[in-house]
C-alpha cells in the first residue's frame, strides 16, 4: 500500500506533463496553419523548432519541480527560475490552448471578417500569459494581512481577544528571498500578537535555505514566543529534525506530536503540534491524549485534512496552510476552481464543524510555479471570540 502511495503521488505531476507537452505541440499545429506560415518554409522550420525546445523546456520543469529532484540540481537562482518558468510557460500554454479552442469554435460571421477574427483569437491567446506575468511579478509578493475572528464556544474571558498570528508556507527559495520575509515577519509584529505561529512548509528542496528562513523567522515578536509545526516539504527534504533543534535554539519550539500549555491570567491555551500528516494513513493517532480538559484546546497541522479527526477528537481549532489557498485559482460561475480542490475540501479560509473551526491560510510562498493568481499571500491574525 505504501509502494501504490508513493508512486500515486507522482500521477499528477506526470499527467500535467503529458497534457502541457500536447498543448505545446497542438498550438505549434495551430500556428502551422496560419497563412503567413504556410507561406514561408524558414518560418515553418523556426515554430517546430520553438515548440521542439518548449516541450524539452516544460519537460525539465516538471522533472526538476519533484522534490526528490529538486536536489540534484546546483544551487543557482538562475536554474530555479528556469525551473519556475517552465512551469509558468506550461500553465500559460495550456490557458492559452482553452482560450483557441473556445475561440475556433465561436461562429464566422461573414468571409470578409475572418483576418479580423484571426488576428483577435492571436489577441484572446496572449491574456493567459499576461495573466501569468502579473501572477509571477506582481501578486507572488503582493503581501497582505488578514484578521479572521474565531468563534469558540464557551471561551473564557481571559481569552477573549487573544490574538494570535500565523505565517505558512513560506517556502524560502529564489522565489522569495530573505528581504521578502523580513518584510512579512515585519508586517506580522505590527499586528502585536499575544502569540506566534508557524504551521510549516519552511523550505522546498534538499539545500534550500532552512537555517536561514528559521533565523528570519526568529525575529517574530509575541508575548508567549513562537510555537509552531512541520510540514511536507520539511518531511522530503529530510530536515525535520535540524529544523527542530535550530528552530529552539533560535527560540522557535517546533511540537512534534507534543503539546504546550499557555496560561494567560487563569485561563488555559492548550497548543498541540504534529508532524505532517501522510495521505493514507490514519490521522492524528494519539492527539486526543494531548487534550487538557478545562483548557481551549488548538492544533497545529500543516495539512487541514485532518480537521474532522481533529474536531471529534475535541479540538476547538485546527490552524493549517499546505494548500495556498490554491495558488492559481481560476473563478468560475462563482466557483473558485484549483488543483488543491483536487485533495481537499479545505482549502481556503475559515471553516466549522460542530464547535470546532478550522482556518486554512494561503501561507506566503509559492512552489512549482513562482506565481500566484487569485489567491495572494497573507498574514493571518486569529482573534479568538466567545460565541
Known sequence: METFLRVWRYLPGLLGLGIAVAAQVQLSRWLLEWPATRRSAALRRSVRVAAGLFCAWVFFGFLF????????????????WVRGGALAWACASLGALAVLYLWRRLPRFQAGRRGFLRAAGGAVAAVPFAAVGFGVFVQRNDFRIREIKVPIPGLPKDLEGLRLV??????????????????????????????????????????????????????????????GCLGNH???????????????????????????????????????????????????PGADRALAPGAVNVLLSHNPDVFPVAANQGYDLTVSGHTHGGQVTVEILSQALNIARFFTPYVYGLYRQGRASVYVTRGIGTVGVPARIGAPPEIVLLRLCAT
Open 65 to 80: 519541480s519533484v522534490p526528490r529532484f529538486a536536489g540534484l540540481l546546483p544551487r543557482s537562482w538562475w536554474l530555479a
Open 166 to 227: 500565523q505565517l505558512s508556507d513560506i517556502h524560502l527559495s529564489p522565489f522569495l528571498s530573505q528581504e521578502e520575509l523580513a518584510r512579512a515577519v515585519g508586517m506580522a509584529n505590527e499586528l502585536k500578537p499575544h502569540l506566534a505561529l508557524v504551521t510549516g512548509d519552511l523550505i522546498t528542496a534538499p539545500g534550500d535555505p532552512l537555517e536561514a528562513c528559521l533565523r528570519g523567522l526568529s525575529k517574530l515578536r509575541a508575548e508567549a514566543g513562537i510555537l
Open 234 to 284: 520539511e518531511t522530503y527534504a529530510g530536515a525535520e529534525d535540524h529544523a527542530t533543534r535550530l528552530g529552539a535554539r533560535l527560540g522557535i519550539q517546533f511540537l512534534r506530536q507534543q503539546s504546550r500549555r499557555l496560561r494567560f491570567s487563569s485561563s488555559l491555551l492548550n497548543v498541540v503540534g504534529v508532524d505532517y500528516q501522510r495521505l493514507g494513513r490514519p490521522y492524528l
